[in-house]
Every structure is written in structure tokens, then in C-alpha cells.
């Protein structure tokens, strides 16, 4: 997958979706794309961070991972995004870092991107569905392509069986309840493989 520019873009309260993330760098560097992982930037005020000890802690501890830009879009071929849901829907701060991308949607450089998403809720049928669709819409408006897991792996039944994209329900101990690793990384490979054919 020699030439393929992978953009690993995530938002994480608490840590799941970083993790995700850093799985989603492994696959894309173990399929030979070149990649990035850049966090959607935090909007939330000071307080509301420091008044969840785990928010705090997952904020001070990637502080050094590099906030997304329009350069991460344009620069890739494949992006991985992968956010929590909030009310069923995608958070504001990936929302936000979406609505900034008008410029580059004008200039038609959001498509043909081979793009595809991962979710986390606390229940497993909190919104992890509505929220992958939802943020699929706005791929469709980018004209990019989406990469749907669908059912091509064995990995995905164990890891819950979302075939619009992996998703994972946090535990109230904070942790994954589904072994959503491998599902992870077949979604990464397999959207890698789709950038490199849309390339060549
Ligand atoms: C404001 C807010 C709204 C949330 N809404 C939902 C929801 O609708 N359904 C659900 O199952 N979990 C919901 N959650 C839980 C988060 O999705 C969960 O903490 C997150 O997936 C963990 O990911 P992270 O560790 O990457 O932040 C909500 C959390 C917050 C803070």
C-alpha cells in the first residue's frame, strides 16, 4: 500500500476513541500507508474538563498530539475518523472541526477520499448506529467514499456486528466491553486497500 496518505482523526473525553486511534495507526502503518493521527481540537471550558477526574487525565496525558487542521484532509487519501457519541449524535468538537472544512469543500478537495468511522457510546445501543450514519451524511455532501465495514471480516461479528463502522461501548469501569482490536484494524487495512485502488 506503498503511497497511501492515512489520516487518523479522532475526539476522545476519556480515552476510548485514542485508543482506537492508536490501533488504527498500527493497521495503516502495518498496511504501508503513510500516517497521522491529529485530535479534533477540545472546545469544552477548563472547568467542565477538571470536573471529570478521567477527562482531565485523558486531556493532560495527549495534550502533545497535534490538532487537526484542513492540511490533514487535503494531505490524505484514506481517513479514519472516530469519535463518542454525544446524544446520539457526533460531538460538537469533531462537528465543529467539520463545519471549519467549507474552504476546502469549495474547492472540491474533500472528495474522493476513502473515508470511514468509528464510534463509541456507554450503552451499546445508545447511538453508536445514529451516530456512524450521521456522520456519513456529511462524507456523502464531501463526496467522498465511504468504506463500510460491512460484514468482510471475521472480526466484526465478535466486536459487536456494526457494519457501518466499529464501535465499542465503554464500561461504567471506563473500559471496552466488546473486543473491538481486530475489527479496528481490519477497518483500517480494508480502507487503505479501497485509497490505494481509488489512487492507482
Ligand atoms: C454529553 C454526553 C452525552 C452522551 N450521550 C450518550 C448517548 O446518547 N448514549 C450513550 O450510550 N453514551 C453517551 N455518552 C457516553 C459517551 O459516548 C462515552 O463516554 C464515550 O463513548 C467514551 O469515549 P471516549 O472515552 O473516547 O471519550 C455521552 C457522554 C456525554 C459526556
Do not use: C
Request: glycine letters at 8%; charged letters at 20%; a negative charge.
Amino acid at each position: 500500500m506503498a503511497n497511501v496518505k492515512l489520516a487518523v482523526i479522532y475526539y476522545s473525553s476519556t480515552g476510548t476513541n485514542y485508543q482506537m486511534a492508536k490501533w488504527a495507526e498500527e493497521a495503516g502503518k502495518e498496511a504501508g500507508a503513510d500516517v497521522r493521527v491529529v485530535k479534533a481540537p477540545e472546545l469544552a471550558p477548563e472547568a467542565a474538563i477538571a470536573s471529570n477526574p478521567a477527562w482531565k487525565e485523558h486531556y493532560e496525558a495527549t495534550k502533545d498530539v497535534p490538532e487537526a487542521t484542513s492540511d490533514d484532509i487535503e494531505w490524505a487519501d484514506a481517513i479514519i475518523f472516530s469519535m463518542p457519541t454525544r446524544f446520539g449524535n457526533v460531538p460538537s468538537q469533531m462537528k465543529q472541526y467539520i463545519d471549519s472544512q467549507g474552504g476546502l469543500w469549495a474547492t472540491g478537495k474533500t472528495v474522493n477520499k476513502a473515508v470511514s468511522v468509528m464510534v463509541s457510546a456507554s450503552n451499546a445501543h445508545g447511538g453508536q448506529e445514529a451516530t456512524a450514519l450521521s456522520f456519513y451524511t456529511t462524507m456523502m455532501h464531501w463526496g467522498a467514499i465511504i468504506v463500510a465495514p460491512g460484514y468482510t471480516d471475521e472480526s466484526i461479528a465478535p466486536a459487536g456486528g456494526n457494519p457501518y463502522g466499529t464501535s465499542v461501548t465503554q464500561g461504567q469501569d471506563g473500559k471496552m466491553v466488546e473486543n473491538v482490536e481486530p475489527a479496528v484494524k481490519h477497518q483500517v487495512k480494508r480502507t487503505v486497500e479501497v485509497a490505494a485502488k481509488l489512487n492507482s
